[in-house]
């Protein structure tokens, strides 16, 4: 898996993750840029995205809905704040109701993408800040699997420990 | 859905508790064995007041329990809750996983000619 690493910092709310690719800069821009291709991976395998709007430019507004396994729907939206092809991305993430409109504009998280040419590749980092756990806690139950077994670090070692 | 994540505002009592270098060192030495509030107290350059009201705010988020022992108050871990808490990043860090394995679908898709 083309995974590099990631990094998470409980103290500011912040996921940072590296994966590389083995495409130009300019192709891994293509599957933000194309809403048919963003669909394809954004939403995890059991809650495919579906994205209604998708205007990337600064200031512009991406509305989308992924659907669930009983057919339920979850919608967010983005709105674009930085873009400078093919190098990076910055957008605002909220939830939204049933019609797709924000739930509250001000309860946002940012990402911010930075694409890098590699030797073979591309190395791509994302970087997600949260304002506050609940956010995070919704996400994911907005479309996350179980089974999830991954380290943490010190705290996950001396639980190891403690079985 | 994802079972035994923190009830809903729960998260953040827990996010917090946990965003102290001196309160995660006091988790990090409960999860290993017991400890009473003076023997904890011990290891830091602080009052005994000033730990145990660390040890208060592991406690309202459930990450620790306390009790009484004689003249001491010993503190527990509470490991469910710290797995609760691990697993929150975790959950997330694994949505990005599978994301960097579909766009390497997509651009595999790209290689074979599809």
Excluded at chain 2, 35 to 64: G, I
Aim: charged residues 25%; hydrophobic residues 40%; glycine residues 6%.
């Amino acid at each position: 898996m083309p995974v590099i690493s990631s990094t998470k910092d409980v103290e500011k709310l912040t996921l940072t993750f590296v994966a590389e690719f083995a495409a130009a800069p300019d192709r891994i821009w293509q599957v933000w840029a194309d809403p048919r291709q963003l669909e394809r991976w954004w939403g995890p395998p059991t809650w495919p995205a579906t994205f209604e709007r998708h205007d990337f430019t600064v200031g512009g507004d991406s509305r989308y809905y992924m659907t669930g396994p009983e057919g339920q729907k979850a919608r967010a939206w983005w709105t674009v704040t930085a873009i400078e092809a093919p190098h990076r991305l910055e957008f605002t993430n909220g939830f939204a109701d049933d019609n797709g409109e924000p739930l509250d504009p001000t309860d946002v998280f940012r990402t911010v993408v930075t694409l890098e040419a590699t030797t073979d590749g591309t190395r791509m980092t994302t970087v997600e800040v949260f304002a506050h756990a609940d956010q995070m806690e919704r996400l994911i139950g907005m479309g996350m699997d179980e089974g999830v077994s991954l380290a943490m670090g010190q705290i996950d070692g001396l639980l190891a420990d403690a079985d | 859905m994802v079972v035994d994540l923190p009830r809903e505002g729960e998260a953040d009592a827990l996010f917090h508790a946990l965003a102290d270098a001196t309160r995660r060192d006091i988790l990090t030495r409960v999860i290993t064995a017991e400890q009473s509030v003076s023997a904890l107290a011990r290891h830091y350059p602080m009052s005994f007041a000033a730990v145990q009201k660390h040890v208060t705010v592991l406690e309202r988020a459930a990450l620790v329990t306390k009790h009484k022992r004689g003249r001491e108050q010993v503190v527990h871990v509470n490991l469910d809750a710290v797995r609760r808490a691990t697993r929150l990043l975790d959950a997330y860090e694994q949505l990005w996983r599978q994301r960097t394995t579909a766009i390497d679908r997509i651009l595999k898709e790209d290689r074979e000619g599809k």
